[in-house]
């Protein structure tokens, strides 16, 4: 055995039979290195009782008279509930009034659309109504319109929100063409569709020949007055142009108090609907003559539509509405019959129930960790 010692420090020869050199430590550190083996990014999510629906949750268990109590209970409550309703909305005493055709002569029922565009015509008409049973104070005016839709999508998007709030935006009429300016390029305040086509029909009241004031304040929501429309914004250049198309405003009162403006912006979702006039504010006897005096000036003929005028109390649940209280009769009554069959089914053919220790999470609580 040969041993010698290199001129290099730390590097020796032990029973080595080639001639290559030894490998020293300075040579080793020059050597490449291989890179680290990146580590595998998991998909696997973060553990959490969260995310694997572990949290503490009631489980119940249906067995059959945790389900027939139920029913008989939802029909105890819903059916009352419901005969109140309908009971409430059966006692609100309501006057539909269709005017759209009484208010046209013979010589103009053909061609109505020219009488209601005429501004030479005499669009006034008077009728009258018996009052049948009495009508307690405050009696609510409605104007009723069939066949009219408000809810196009053209239509809804028809305003500028930032112009009927802000006065220092009564220039954006984003949104409101073609009632967005005047034929001199002045901004119309308010702008768009909705505001243009404000319904113009006007009554006038008297009851056994003594007139009745209608009382037009307070008929709009008051977050509509807060949020919706400006203190500070006034009527500009509306309605001046060639086509009219509705009610004019009077350019000294702002927004936030042309409350019958106000109301019909609150565009409806169907295409029958009522909007509030004003409030009668002494009650309505028996065999009471009412003479109601109407200018009939607002233009639904050229489509079609329909004109009333409504008169109409309240109660707590609000105006004639029998569908509430049907639904709650319809319910609880469906209720009842659901728990009878099932006393049915549990007496004349019973099944025994299942061992809850069996389910999963009662016999492994902890096996989804």
């Not at 005499?122 to 009219?148: G, H």
């Amino acid at each position: 055995m040969i041993v010698r010692l290199s001129e290099f420090d730390n590097c020796f020869y032990v029973g080595r039979q080639d001639k290559s050199p030894p490998l020293t430590n300075k040579m080793m550190e020059m050597e490449p290195q291989s890179a680290p083996t990146p580590k595998k990014h998991s998909k696997k999510p973060k553990y959490s009782k969260f995310s694997q629906q572990e949290l503490p949750a009631w489980k119940p268990i249906l067995t059959p008279g945790w389900v027939i109590a139920t029913f008989t209970v939802v029909g105890i409550v819903f059916i009352p509930v419901g005969l109140a309703s309908l009971f409430s909305s059966e006692s609100v005493e309501e006057a539909a009034i269709r005017y759209d055709d009484k208010c046209l002569t013979e010589m103009h029922s053909e061609n109505a659309v020219e009488f209601i565009k005429n501004d030479l015509t005499n669009k006034t008409c008077t009728t009258s109504w018996i009052v049948e049973r009495r009508m307690q104070a405050p009696i609510f005016i409605y104007y009723q319109l069939d066949n009219y839709y408000q809810n196009h999508r053209r239509y809804v998007k028809s305003r500028n929100d930032k112009q009927l709030m802000n006065p220092t935006s009564e220039g954006d009429t984003t949104n409101c063409y073609p009632q967005d300016k005047t034929n001199d390029s002045k901004p119309i305040v308010p702008c768009g569709l909705i505001a243009w086509s404000l319904f113009n029909d006007t009554y006038r009241f008297s009851v056994n020949t003594n007139g009745v004031t209608v009382n037009k304040k307070d008929i709009s929501w008051g977050s509509d007055r807060s949020s919706k429309f400006g203190s500070k914004v006034y009527p500009k250049n509306f309605q001046v142009g060639g086509v009219v198309g509705g009610a004019k405003l009077n350019e000294n009162t702002p927004l936030s108090q042309q409350e019958d403006l106000i109301v019909w912006m609150r565009t409806a979702a169907l295409p029958s609907f009522r909007k509030l006039y004003g409030k009668i504010e002494t009650s309505l006897e028996v065999n009471d003559e009412v003479e109601i005096v109407i200018e009939n000036n607002y233009n639904t003929y050229e489509f079609g539509g329909k004109k009333r005028l409504i008169l109409s109390t309240s109660t707590w649940i609000g105006g004639k509405n029998p569908f509430l209280g049907m639904a709650y009769i319809f319910v609880g009554g469906v209720s009842l019959v659901c728990a009878i069959v099932f006393i049915l089914l549990y007496v004349i053919k019973p099944r025994p129930l299942g061992d809850p220790s069996y389910l999963s999470w009662n016999k492994n609580p902890g096996l989804l960790k």
